[in-house]
Structures are given as C-alpha cells and as structure tokens.
C-alpha cells in the first residue's frame, strides 16, 4: 500500500503534523509507518492473528482497484475482502486505544473494574466488536462506494491514520488507494460532496492523520502547511485549527464532554447501521455477536 504513494524513485517526503515541518530526506516504505503494537498482551496478538490473513487475503485484489484503469466490479468473496481489509484498517489506529478509557467514564462499575484490571484485553474485545459493526455497516445495501481518480500530475497523501470514517451522523468512509485513486464510501446522497479536488482531499486525510502525512511531492506538503497555518481564505480558520490537532480534534472535544446516564452505543450503532438497510449478514452469526456484546 504505502509503495503505492511513493514517487519515481520509490521514496516518500514526510510532514510532521504537530510541529507543521517537512523532513529534508525523502524515506522507502520499509522505514515508515511502524510502531510498537500497542494492542498486543499475554494471550493475543490481535493484528497478527486476526488482521494480517485478512490483509493476506486481499492482497491479490488490491492491485484490481488500485492499478487497474478499469475498475472492477467486486461481488461476493472479492467484495467480502474489501470490507474485512477496509473494516481492520479503521480499527487499527492508535485512535483506538484512547477508547477504552472513554467507555469506562461512563457510569457503570463494572466497566471501571474490568478495564483497570485488563485494559489491552477490553481494548481488544472492544476492537473485535468495533471491526464486526463495520463488516455489518460496510456492506449494507445503501452503503454506497464510489472511486475518485485523480491525474498523473495530481498526488494524494498518505498518512498514519490511513483508512478512516468521518464524524456525524451520516459517516463518510475515505480510502486512499494509491497516489492517484481514492475509493469513497457513504450515502449515496452526499457522495457528491466528497469528489473533491486533489488539494481538499489531502487537506481532509491530513486532518484526520494523527502526526504524520506522507507524500511523492514535497510541493504537496507545502501548500497542505500554508493552508493548515490559516492562509488560505476559502478556509474556515477553525476548521484549520482543529486539522492541525491529532485525528482532526476528536480527542481534544473529549476532554471536557459528558455522557448522558443512560447512552446506549450498541443501540446508536444499530440504528446508524439499520439507517443503510438491511444486514447482509446471516441471523444466526448477528445474534452470535449480539451475544458475546460487552457494554462497558
């Protein structure tokens, strides 16, 4: 994936989001992007067993959407390994692991007693739970895909918050595919409005990066630092404040939020789901999930 953004000499430039800086040397695929795995614990290596054959899965797909200058339509098990790759990549963010502390701030005992005792094993639990809502969103009916191709002069970047879902109430799902494709996913009513021209939609992926945005051209990045430092009037200038913080200010608005008494996620992201029609999934594995659901 990320040898995909790369430029003719198979390099990357980095911008370092908090400070605003470009690096001065461009780096290969092989040295960015990796980190400690902060999911891991005793009993599980929850990316290693469950996420690495889902990703090995779709690898042969990958190059259909991403090179091919038809785009395919994928059915059945093709378009079963674009949900499961696109659902593992959105919970595979260090975002994730600021959740878990959320949850437990919510007025149950029980989620403050379980978390203090085992917090990478709830975060997982809670992540296997977040990716399944995603297989069931992802492919709903009314959950529409659309490509956005760009031209050979125009590059998107790449970030370390690769694959995300938008905030609100009718989500917006962004793939970045390779340096000049990305693959749009939403209700089709506000599709439209995401067939951005290049430089929105990297001001948009950068916003949502948590400290790292990544580029073939360095000239992208430049103009992204001038437009995120306020410069550009056709910009809301909050808006920019919030795109220069990790994950475009989500955790930041946390901070001080409260949470009603009786919030209901799993019922939230029911009716969010249910909003795009009916699950493809069949009764029997949906009730199996509902089953083993942990409210913390």
């Known amino acids: 994936m990320i040898r995909r953004f790369a430029g003719v000499d198979g ?45 090995q899965t779709f690898c042969p797909i990958y190059p259909q959407l991403a090179d091919n200058d038809t785009i395919p339509s994928l059915e059945g098990k093709a378009g079963a390994a674009l949900i499961d790759w696109i659902a593992s990549l959105l919970v ?8 878990p502390p959320v949850h437990a701030k919510l007025p149950t005992q029980f989620g403050k007693l379980i978390f203090a005792l085992a917090p990478k094993s709830i975060l997982n639990i809670a992540r296997i739970q977040l990716f399944e809502h995603y297989q069931d969103l992802l492919s709903r009916p009314q959950f529409v895909w659309k490509v956005r ?10 970030t370390d918050y690769p694959v995300f879902q938008t905030l609100g ?9 390779s340096k000049h494709r990305v693959l749009i996913g939403g209700d089709a009513k506000n599709l439209d409005d995401w067939q951005l021209p290049i430089d929105r939609m990297n001001l948009v992926l950068a916003a949502y990066a948590d400290r790292s ?8 990045l430049e103009v992204m630092v001038n437009d995120l430092l306020g410069n550009n009037p056709e910009l809301n200038s909050a808006w920019c404040e919030d795109a220069r913080l990790p994950f475009c200010g989500f955790l930041h608005g946390l901070k001080n939020q409260e949470y009603p008494v009786n919030i209901d996620l799993s019922k939230w992201m029911d009716e969010l789901k249910n909003s795009f029609g009916d699950s493809i999934i069949p009764p029997d594995l949906q009730a199996k999930r ?7």
């Open 149 to 158: 191709s760009y031209y050979e002069d125009e590059f998107l970047v790449l």
């Open 213 to 220: 945005v990544f580029c073939a051209d360095k000239a992208v």
């Open 290 to 296: 509902a089953a083993v659901c942990l409210h913390l």
């Open 11 to 55: 390099k990357l430039v980095e911008l370092v989001k908090p400070k605003l800086e470009i690096g001065t040397r461009r780096r290969a695929p092989s040295k960015i992007l990796y980190g400690e795995n902060i999911y891991r614990n005793q009993a599980l290596d929850l990316d290693e067993n469950l996420f690495t054959p889902i990703e």
């Open 169 to 177: 109430d009718r989500p917006v799902v962004i793939v970045p595919l």
């Open 92 to 99: 595979r963010t260090q975002l994730h692991s600021f959740l």
